[in-house]
């Protein structure tokens, strides 16, 4: 069955390390999104591609960045990490026209930055 | 400004109490709403899209509704396996971007 996951599923880094989250479909979706969920603030976009070569950042970008080759992967990229980068992270894809805009989601990679 | 409001922010409900949970939504074109339920630990899973004013969709235990201006999420007669957050979110103009509510934490008590 075709599915989206997320490694590692837990993280834990120390402040100004790099830490790259990575994301794996196999729908053969053009688009992806790269979320963090907190208590009080919801889902918020960071990074979004929609398809090869394509990025642009969502409303919470600063101090991440995102590269997609191919189809399949969109790996995520804290440049030094910070502390207030401790989240939950998720990743998700949707396939590009015909109005469907439904986005599936990966299990989600909780990170902390001590 | 697009926004998606949820309500209420949390729900408490006997095993068999019927009731309903809100999505109300201001945009410019609206392309779709959908509902996910979340569970804890994971990742939001995707129930309904509800494309036009009118349209009802319905699984399980589960009846989404949509108007012009809200979403309404039926839950007849719930279970304990029913509690869960429970997520809006909606798709407007060219926008493939969907942009979420807030959610409605809903307990069943058995």
């Known amino acids: 069955d075709a599915e989206i996951t997320q490694s590692p599923r837990h993280k834990i880094t120390e402040t100004g390390r790099q830490v790259t989250l990575a994301c794996h479909q196999t729908w053969n979706h053009n688009n992806m999104f790269w979320y963090r969920q907190d208590l009080g603030h919801g889902l918020r976009l960071i990074h979004y591609s929609y398809g090869v070569q394509d990025t642009n950042k969502g409303e919470v970008s600063d101090g991440y960045s995102v590269s997609r080759s191919n189809t399949e992967d969109l790996p995520l990229t804290l440049e030094s990490a910070a502390s207030s980068q401790t989240s939950v992270y998720f990743c998700a894809s949707s396939p590009s026209g015909g109005g469907t805009d439904t986005q599936y989601f990966g299990p989600g990679t909780r990170l902390t930055v001590l | 400004e697009d926004q998606v409001t949820q309500s209420p922010e949390a729900l408490r409900l006997q095993e068999g109490e019927s009731s309903s949970l809100n999505c109300s939504y201001t945009v410019s074109g609206l392309r779709g709403l959908f509902w996910y339920r979340q569970d804890p630990g994971k990742g939001p899973e995707f129930l309904f899209t509800?494309?036009?004013?009118?349209e009802e969709k319905e699984k399980e235990r589960l009846k989404a509704t949509l108007t012009k201006k809200e979403s309404f999420l039926h839950i007849t007669a719930p279970k304990p396996e029913d509690s869960a957050t429970y997520l809006c979110a909606v798709g407007a103009g060219n926008n493939r971007k969907l942009i979420w509510g807030l959610g409605t934490s809903l307990a069943v008590n058995p």
């Open positions: 509800l494309y036009s004013a009118g």
